[in-house]
T-cell receptor, first 116, second 112 residues
């Protein structure tokens, strides 16, 4: 299957700092990437759809100015959590569409963010 | 938007028994229904999926059924083994490469 790399796998930061998470597709080009958030013992909730070369589409209730998404190339999308607070502590995971819209999604390895 | 409900939230079975997880969805335009297995701290792993033009699909011990009229689909695991213990999520989308809406998850424990 397709290889999706996500970095870092875990990060601990102080409240008020910003954290950048990278999602890379290693063996294919991806015009679309999705960002999900998963709180402990809960389901995956879609945060935004990242489109290469255009602005991301955010789901209702997700602050676009707090969760900055940049999809500057066909192999890389980044999610920056700005001014992180303890309530932002969560598992963030990207998923990628390898090719046409009828292809199955592949998930990155996830990033566990802990904000102190 | 789409809403996916999943039941039960926890399921404990004896090794060798079968496990069944059920999901319902609200968007009649949904056409793709994958099931994922997730272990603690890991990414979800696709275990089986079904598209709306098929009513049932089987892969060894795992099977999925879909009733599009009733808007529900189910995962069946037969001859459960301890390594089947994990959290299972159903999901729905309009196409395989579209954004997924996940169910709430089912924590499955297979007791030896």
């Amino acid at each position: 299957g397709a290889v999706v790399s996500q970095h870092p796998s875990w990060v601990i930061c102080k409240s008020g700092t910003s954290v950048k998470i990278e999602c890379r597709s290693l063996d294919f080009q991806a015009t679309t990437m999705f960002w999900y958030r998963q709180f402990p013992k809960q389901s995956l909730m879609l945060m935004a759809t990242s489109n290469e070369g255009s602005k991301a589409t955010y789901e209702q209730g997700v602050e676009k100015d707090k969760f900055l998404i940049n999809h500057a190339s066909l192999t890389l999308s980044t999610l920056t959590v700005t001014s992180a607070h303890p309530e932002d502590s969560s598992f963030y995971i990207c998923s990628v569409v390898p090719g046409s819209s009828n292809e199955k999604l592949f998930f990155g390895s996830g990033t566990q963010l802990s904000v102190l | 938007g789409e809403n996916v409900e999943q039941h039960p939230s926890t399921l404990s079975v004896q090794e060798g028994d079968s496990a069944v997880i059920k999901c319902t969805y609200s968007d009649s335009a949904s056409n793709y229904f994958p099931w994922y297995k997730q272990e603690l701290g890991k990414r979800p792993q696709l275990i089986i999926d079904i598209r709306s033009n098929v009513g049932e699909k089987k892969d060894q011990r795992i099977a999925v059924t879909l009733n599009k009229t009733a808007k529900h689909f189910s995962l069946h695991i037969t001859e459960t083994q301890p390594e089947d213990s994990a959290v299972y999520f159903c999901a729905a989308s309009r196409a395989a490469g579209n954004k997924l809406t996940f169910g709430g998850g089912t924590r499955v424990l297979v007791k030896p």
